[in-house]
């Protein structure tokens, strides 16, 4: 196959435009193309009111060779690269398989992948999930929201699926991907019912509801390859021995041998954390941020960003990214921008108080939302201890819990009012989304000076790229705290704990993936490492 980049289109191209434009750029005839797919599809918005929609196209043709002769200066034009993920190693049919099974523990992205890899791959993984089947968790999870009845192991941080099952379902990232791990991901949510279009649209992402027959069917096809999943497993010990893992313990007294475990456990198993320090495995605090949700009309941020083609379908509803660096040394930016989203009860500890946001598949809700948010470090803010982090967020998430009324409503205040420290009486023009609800209060009470005081910097700062951002109705809800783990497992080149060998921290709980797309390709990479290990190690 051939690859031809940068061919522009207008948004109202009709379905032969992009055709027709492949003829062009190879100067051959329609019968000399045999069939053509969008690798990629983006668009180039710089001219507001002109924006193109940008494609990179892979084509087949049986002049694939005379074109490359012919075509040799044109950087647009090369051979189609091989983007196929291909497995590390792989149990043969004629082998069986009777070892030690591996361990995954969690069932959110990163646990997930790492458990279908395993399980392509032969190894038959017991997975262990502390909390609900998605399907019951969404239950237990719009309880929370609706009547404010908290369930500790089952809402938007445990339970299958991880905390990326109630986002956005965003699947992009900045990491570099030789092997194509990101490809094999989006593959995967192809063959398990995500729209196809993911694998070629810029910034692609699946939505919450349908998220959950998702991660329904990604589990039925680790179970038809030989892997188990367990509910409400909750692992709440690491079994130990000369700095070697030997098996995990259950909540309910059972024991599972095994020499390999991957921790996919998300940045919210505090509990487990604990556990870990107090078995000797080494940790370290981490950066993390701290801020609030702010909410504005969709259609503002659509007419700031689109112009005159605002409201466009090919374009759908815009989003963006902020950052402003502070004069009393912080960064302020933006975070899981929502657009046409929710702003939603994230609490997994009772009397503590989270935000996060989601989208549905369509992003057609009246409001965006994103998180914005104040960098802090260890070195700066929570020195003392590897897991002061974490006691800095329940901190926070207490205080918030209070101000909201103690009933999980969350603290609210205008930006207008947030802007001239007073508090807020009544909503404008732009309703919070937040369920049980919203109490307005002043959330300069509500994170550290230093944080509020980089907050009001940033926002006026914020308008200055966005119209409207410091607009005074637009609404803010607190506290966002759990932006990433306020700890890393430390890790080798072998993926395994630097000091307990058969221990495969993974993903964002151990400092290692920011998302949905890089939680998967961390679970991937272990996986592999497992079964290099593995191989190496067993005769199977």
Known sequence: MLRISEIKLPLDHDDIALEEAILKKLGVSSKELTSYTIFKRSYDARK???ILLVYIVDVVTPLEQKLLNKLAGDRQIIPSPDTTYKLVAQVKPDQKFEGKRPIVIGTGPCGMFAGLLLAQMGLKPIILERGKSVRDRSVDTFRFWVKGKLHAESNVQFGEGGAGTFSDGKLYSQVRDPNHYGRKVLEEFVKAGADPEILYINRPHIGTYRLVKIVQNLRSTIEELGGEIHFQSHVTDINIKDNQVQGVTLENGDYIAT?????????????????LFERGVYIEAKPFSIGFRIEHPQSLIDQCRFGTQAGHPRLGSADYKLVHHCQNGRSVYSFCMCPGGKVVAAASEPGRLVTNGMSEYARDEANANSAIVVGITPEVDYPDHPLAGIALQRFWEERAFQLGGE?????GQLVGDFLA????????????????????????????????AALREAIPAFDKKIRGFAMDDAVLTGVETRTSSPIRIKRGDDFQSINTVGLYPAGEGAG?????????????KVAEAIALDFFAKVDV
């Open 512 to 524: 290692y993936a920011g998302g949905i797309l890089s939680a998967g390709i961390d679970g991937i």
């Open 259 to 275: 020499n390999h475990v991957v921790l996919a456990v998300g940045h919210s198993a505090r509990d487990t954390f604990k556990m």
């Open 407 to 411: 009933n999980y409503q969350a603290p």
């Open 421 to 452: 420290n007073r508090p807020s009486t009544k909503f404008g023009f732009v309703l919070p989304s937040y369920k049980p609800g919203v109490k307005l209060v002043n959330l300069g009470e509500s994170l550290p000076d230093y944080a509020i």
């Open 48 to 50: 507001r009111g002109q």
